[in-house]
């Protein structure tokens, strides 16, 4: 699912040897939708060839004030007003000092300049050169003006050093920028999602599982993610690839489950169960692996905790989502948990026959408290997790008005 589709963005890259990074990071973008117009400068082409970038973003690279034919087609006022976001990355010393010092000396100050739109810089340089006091005076003079920015990351450097002045992953600068240019109504929540089955462990090569393929929940993670949220996806093991803009925590049991969510959830907004976890683990894990002596084996199961019963506990106040997946009386049970659990809205979908498990389509009847009730149609499950995260924003709106209107009003 696209996370920034049609969203622009003016990369510029500036001359350090992370300049290669840039080029997958062009192609992260792109892959989750946006437009990227790559800027370079001087120093970034002897990096890297202009034709890389120029490949990955599909669009000709700008590198010069002076391009007659370039400026003929898009003047540098009217690139300046195209993007969504500037990101530089990598952001050297250098343009850092000419972006502080109102430079307007290439192609990309210039563009700095000339726009209102965000900005936000990767640096990348070596550690000293980062650490100088000239460096941070101009980074905390971006920073007042309101440009973003991203990192650096700490670690082995190219120039041989080991400290802080990498430039952060390409992943994780998309992830940045997905945060960025999210204006969702979620924007400054936090939301908890947790997804997938779990694995519970009967001895050193042996588990027991289910057939949850973790789709409908890292959807969800998504949407919640493209409405602003910043998302902590608690995930028991799956095939998918990270949601843009989203941070997972990797749990195999139950009870590592339940960790990792309570322990997001201290800070959260928002906390959905959409993780088919054991309901039961193995009493006691073998050491070594189990022989086949006699014909039948017994084994001794003990029960999880429930999740979202744990996570109701310690946070009373949370704005609470679950899931039921039912094979008769769909409304009837669900309601049960829904009050059972102390939900602020369930999710309830048939399974058996082949419906809703491991497939990329469901159908879901949410239900509220006071009879609410809400048909989500058969769609595909990103469709539906769209559709179901609408809902949860409007029921968690429709939740937090009441409580604000109860407090005193000022009479003259
Ligand atoms: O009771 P049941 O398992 O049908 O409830 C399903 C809902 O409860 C789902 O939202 C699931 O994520 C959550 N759950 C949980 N912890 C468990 C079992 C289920 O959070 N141990």
Same mark, same amino acid.
């Given at each position: #699912?696209?996370?920034?589709?049609?969203?622009?963005?003016?990369?510029?890259?500036?001359?350090?040897?992370?300049?290669?990074?840039?080029?997958?990071?062009?192609?992260?973008?792109?892959?989750?939708?946006?437009?990227?117009?790559?800027?370079?400068?001087?120093?970034?082409?002897?990096?890297?060839?202009?034709?890389?970038?120029?490949?990955?973003?599909?669009?000709?690279?700008?590198?010069?004030?002076?391009?007659?034919?370039?400026?003929?087609?898009?003047?540098?006022?009217?690139?300046?007003?195209?993007?969504?976001?500037?990101?530089?990355?990598?952001?050297?010393?250098?343009?850092?000092?000419?972006?502080?010092?109102?430079?307007?000396?290439?192609?990309?100050?210039?563009?700095?300049?000339?726009?209102?739109?965000?900005?936000?810089?990767?640096?990348?340089?070596?550690?000293?050169?980062?650490?100088?006091?000239?460096?941070?005076?101009?980074?905390?003079?971006?920073?007042?003006?309101?440009?973003?920015?991203?990192?650096?990351?700490?670690?082995?450097?190219?120039?041989?050093?080991?400290?802080?002045?990498?430039?952060?992953?390409?992943?994780?600068?998309?992830?940045?920028?997905?945060?960025?240019?999210?204006?969702?109504? #979620?924007?400054?929540?936090?939301?908890?999602?947790?997804?997938?089955?779990?694995?519970?462990?009967?001895?050193?090569?042996?588990?027991?599982?289910?057939?949850?393929?973790?789709?409908?929940?890292?959807?969800?993670?998504?949407?919640?993610?493209?409405?602003?949220?910043?998302?902590?996806?608690?995930?028991?093991?799956?095939?998918?690839?990270?949601?843009?803009?989203?941070?997972?925590?990797?749990?195999?049991?139950?009870?590592?489950?339940?960790?990792?969510?309570?322990?997001?959830?201290?800070?959260?907004?928002?906390?959905?169960?959409?993780?088919?976890?054991?309901?039961?683990?193995?009493?006691?894990?073998?050491?070594?692996?189990?022989?086949?002596?006699?014909?039948?084996?017994?084994?001794?199961?003990?029960?999880?905790?429930?999740?979202?019963?744990?996570?109701?506990?310690?946070?009373?106040?949370?704005?609470?989502?679950?899931?039921?997946?039912?094979?008769?009386?769909?409304?009837?049970?669900?309601?049960?948990?829904?009050?059972?659990?102390?939900?602020?809205?369930?999710?309830?979908?048939?399974?058996?026959?082949?419906?809703?498990?491991?497939?990329?389509?469901?159908?879901?009847?949410?239900?509220?408290?006071?009879?609410?009730?809400?048909?989500?149609?058969?769609?595909?499950?990103?469709?539906?997790?769209?559709?179901?995260?609408?809902?949860?924003?409007?029921?968690?709106?429709?939740?937090?008005?009441?409580?604000?209107?109860?407090?005193?009003?000022?009479?003259?």
């Amino acid at each position: #699912m696209p996370t920034l589709p049609g969203r622009r963005i003016l990369l510029g890259v500036t001359g350090g040897i992370a300049a290669y990074k840039a080029a997958d990071l062009t192609r992260r973008l792109i892959e989750i939708g946006a437009e990227v117009q790559v800027v370079m400068s001087e120093g970034a082409k002897r990096f890297v060839g202009v034709a890389t970038f120029q490949a990955l973003s599909g669009r000709p690279v700008r590198d010069s004030l002076w391009d007659a034919q370039a400026e003929g087609h898009m003047g540098h006022i009217e690139l300046a007003r195209w993007p969504d976001l500037i990101l530089i990355a990598p952001a050297t010393a250098d343009v850092i000092a000419r972006l502080a010092h109102g430079r307007a000396d290439d192609l990309l100050t210039t563009l700095v300049l000339a726009s209102d739109k965000p900005v936000a810089i990767a640096p990348a340089m070596n550690r000293l050169m980062w650490a100088k006091a000239v460096t941070q005076d101009n980074v905390a003079k971006l920073v007042a003006r309101g440009v973003h920015v991203l990192g650096p990351g700490a670690g082995f450097q190219a120039c041989g050093e080991v400290g802080e002045g990498r430039m952060r992953e390409p992943l994780e600068i998309r992830d940045d920028v997905v945060r960025l240019l999210a204006a969702g109504p #979620m924007r400054g929540r936090h939301a908890v999602v947790t997804a997938g089955p779990t694995r519970e462990p009967i001895d050193p090569v042996r588990f027991i599982t289910n057939r949850s393929s973790g789709k409908q929940g890292y959807a969800l993670a998504s949407a919640l993610a493209q409405l602003g949220a910043r998302v902590t996806l608690v995930s028991g093991p799956t095939n998918l690839a990270v949601p843009a803009g989203v941070m997972r925590v990797d749990v195999e049991t139950a009870q590592q489950m339940c960790d990792a969510a309570l322990k997001a959830a201290a800070d959260a907004d928002v906390f959905v169960g959409a993780a088919a976890v054991a309901d039961y683990r193995a009493a006691e894990v073998a050491r070594e692996k189990i022989k086949k002596k006699a014909d039948r084996l017994s084994l001794d199961l003990t029960r999880n905790d429930d999740i979202l019963v744990r996570v109701r506990g310690a946070r009373p106040d949370l704005f609470m989502v679950g899931f039921a997946a039912e094979t008769e009386k769909l409304e009837q049970h669900a309601r049960e948990k829904l009050e059972k659990k102390k939900l602020d809205l369930i999710a309830a979908n048939w399974v058996g026959g082949g419906r809703a498990f491991d497939r990329d389509d469901n159908q879901l009847n949410v239900f509220w408290s006071a009879g609410g009730v809400r048909e989500l149609a058969h769609a595909g499950k990103e469709q539906l997790a769209r559709e179901l995260a609408a809902l949860i924003v409007e029921r968690f709106q429709a939740r937090a008005v009441p409580a604000k209107a109860k407090s005193p009003q000022k009479t003259k």
